[in-house]
C-alpha cells in the first residue's frame, strides 16, 4: 500500500475506532479515523482510502446509507461492516451493497487482519 492510501475506520465508538487504528498500524498499515459517516465523506479522505471499516449503526447517516453514497461518488473501496445488531437481513443488505464481510461485535481482531490482508495484502 503507497503511503498515500489508508485504512478508514468510521464508528461512533472511540474505543472501537482506537482498538482497530491500533491493530492496523500494528500490522504497518497506515490509519485514518472518523466518528461518523458525516465526518468521513466531509473530510475527503474517501479518496484516498484503500480499505474502509465502517459499523453500521451510528448517529446521523448509516453505515450502509455512507456506502450507497460513496458508491454515487464513484468510490467502492473494499469494505467490512460491523454491529453489534447483526442479524441475516443485515447480512444480506451489506452483502446486496458489496461488502466483502459483516463481524458482530466483539469482533475477533483476526477477522479484521484476514480481510484487509485478502483485499489490499501485507503492507
Known sequence: MST?????????DKDVRLAVSTLLRSYGWAASTFE?????L?????????FLISDVRMPGLSGLDMYTELVSRGYTPPTVFITAY????????ASDVGALALLS???????IVHWVTAALGRP
Open 4 to 12: 498515500s492510501k489508508f485504512v478508514s475506520v468510521v464508528d461512533d
Open 36 to 40: 461518523s459517516a458525516e465526518d468521513f
Open 42 to 50: 466531509q473530510s475527503g479522505a474517501f479518496q484516498a482510502t484503500a
Open 86 to 93: 447483526p442479524s441475516p437481513e443485515l447480512e444480506q443488505k
Open 105 to 111: 461485535k466483539p469482533f475477533d481482531f483476526a477477522s
